[in-house]
């Protein structure tokens, strides 16, 4: 057991002298290193170190919570006090959590490779990364000016203990870089960027090949043009088709399917997907950006096939969310030490596609290659989606002119239904998707 964990054992021992029935308690740490320039400049240099601390208490079916900002036991006794005193007033949730504790356990915590051993790099060296990937993109003539370039290291590292018994630690640590360069002057002038993160420095993409794929995409953007008004196929890049995955997570939340405020709250057990598409939620993937031992209820964490060819098996559930919905937990809590836990995904990506990207769109004579979208107007009761957005048109299965100042609409329970995936899936944000095409959207142009 970890010097963080036996604190956290002290303070849920001093929480139940101070008469709560039961206690849990999260500790956070973390220590991040960034560099920001801005054409060679440095713009920020950045090195913190945060610790967070959360006491959450029962008392019958009230719950509190309390945070500090210090694991110090001299102040367990107080914070422990401050928030039975709290439990007492508040009122009675008859959905308290609680998770039962032979659900409880830790993963195999080496299986997860969540920590690169290699030293934490240096502000230098994190600057000079930056450095190079703004380089690069400005080197490519067009290139005008740059937004910034950036690259950070952090490291967290979490404890959980709870009056049931568990306790577990874990370390994870991240790499990331990016940057975003402009391509003209004045009212033609455009922006993109390009960006990674990874657990392992071993997995992040070069600096090298973040500016060219930067200055590449900014240049391709030159000279827009809106599209004519009407019904097209649309065809969602990989850099936003994970956001039609992060709808359909927030539609089965198993907390706003027991508020009733879900479109997809009567589609349990039913097809929403087609046949050959499944959606699985994975905290147990190797390296991956939101993969974890336990949850913030201490569940062990498993696989879950939330879409199996097409139907619709669950509700994404913590443990009040499920006793809410008379449902068994499937594990999924999530939370910061200043509350409760409430459902939330982890490594949450769609399968099944087939084909390449080309292949999708080869059939398609007049349509839209989606490649940013802004704003955002859907609908959590009907599904109703509208979105601004930008890309290219595709013209006899390729792609055609730039195109921006869109809106592209439709109802999600119709565009699921319909959805066709290329084979291109990549593992890069925690919620992600290959590229996805609908065939038939409202588009709102010239």
């Not at 560099?35 to 913190?48: I, K, N, T, Y």
């Not at 032979?102 to 195999?108: H, L, N, S």
């Not at 600096?207 to 019904?231: C, F, Q, Y």
């Not at 989606?370 to 290219?392: H, K, P, Q, W």
Request: charged share 20%; aromatic share 6%.
């Amino acid at each position: 057991m970890s010097k963080d964990q036996e604190r956290l054992t002290q303070l849920i021992e001093a929480a139940k002298r101070a008469g709560a029935d039961r206690a849990d308690a999260l500790f956070v740490a973390s220590r991040s290193v960034s560099a920001m320039c801005r054409r060679g400049v440095p713009e920020g240099l950045e090195h913190s170190e945060t610790i967070q601390l959360g006491l959450r208490v029962f008392i019958g079916n009230r719950a509190a919570s309390v945070s500090a900002t210090a694991l110090e036991p001299s102040r367990f006794a107080a914070l422990a006090e401050q928030a039975v005193a709290m439990a007492h007033v508040v009122p009675e949730d008859a959905f308290t959590s609680q998770v039962d504790p032979a659900r409880q356990g830790i993963y195999d915590i080496a299986a997860l490779d969540l920590v690169d051993p290699d030293t934490a790099p240096s502000l230098e060296t994190l600057l000079q990364r930056a450095r190079e990937a703004e380089e690069i993109a400005l080197a490519f003539p067009g290139i005008t000016n740059s937004n910034g370039a950036s690259a950070s290291y952090g490291k967290v590292d979490i404890a959980l203990a709870e009056s049931s018994g568990f306790s577990g630690h874990y370390t994870q640590t991240s790499h990331s870089h990016g940057i975003s360069v402009l391509a003209g002057d004045g009212p033609t002038m455009q922006r993109d960027y390009a960006g990674h993160s990874a657990r392992h420095l071993s997995d992040l993409e070069s600096a090298e090949s973040l500016g060219r794929e930067a200055a590449e995409r900014v240049l391709a953007r030159m000279n827009p043009v809106k599209p004519r008004t009407g019904t097209f196929p649309v065809v969602f890049d990989r850099r936003v088709s994970g956001s039609l995955l992060g709808h359909l997570a927030g539609a089965i939340n198993g907390a706003s399917i027991a508020r009733g405020t879900s479109f997809l709250s009567a589609h349990k057990g039913k097809r929403i997907l087609p046949a050959a598409l499944s959606v699985i939620d994975d905290p147990t993937r190797r390296r991956g950006l939101r993969s974890k031992p336990f949850d913030a209820e201490g569940f062990l964490p498993s696989p879950f096939a939330f879409v199996q060819e097409g139907v619709l098996q669950d509700w994404i559930l913590d443990s009040r969310s499920a006793k809410q919905l008379n449902l068994s937990n499937n594990g999924r809590a999530s939370r910061g030490v200043g509350g409760p836990p409430s459902p939330s995904v982890s490594n949450f990506f769609l399968t099944g596609g087939i084909g390449s990207r080309e292949a999708l769109l080869s059939d398609i004579s007049e349509g839209i290659y989606v490649t940013e979208m802004m704003g955002s107007s859907i609908n959590g009761l009907t599904g109703d989606y509208s979105r601004g957005a930008s890309g290219f048109m595709i013209r006899n299965g390729e792609l055609a002119e730039p195109v921006a100042e869109l809106t592209i609409a439709g109802n999600l329970i119709d565009m699921f239904a319909s959805l066709r995936a290329a084979d291109d899936l990549e593992y890069r944000h925690g919620v992600d998707a290959p590229t996805l095409r609908i065939d038939t959207m409202s588009v709102a142009g010239s």
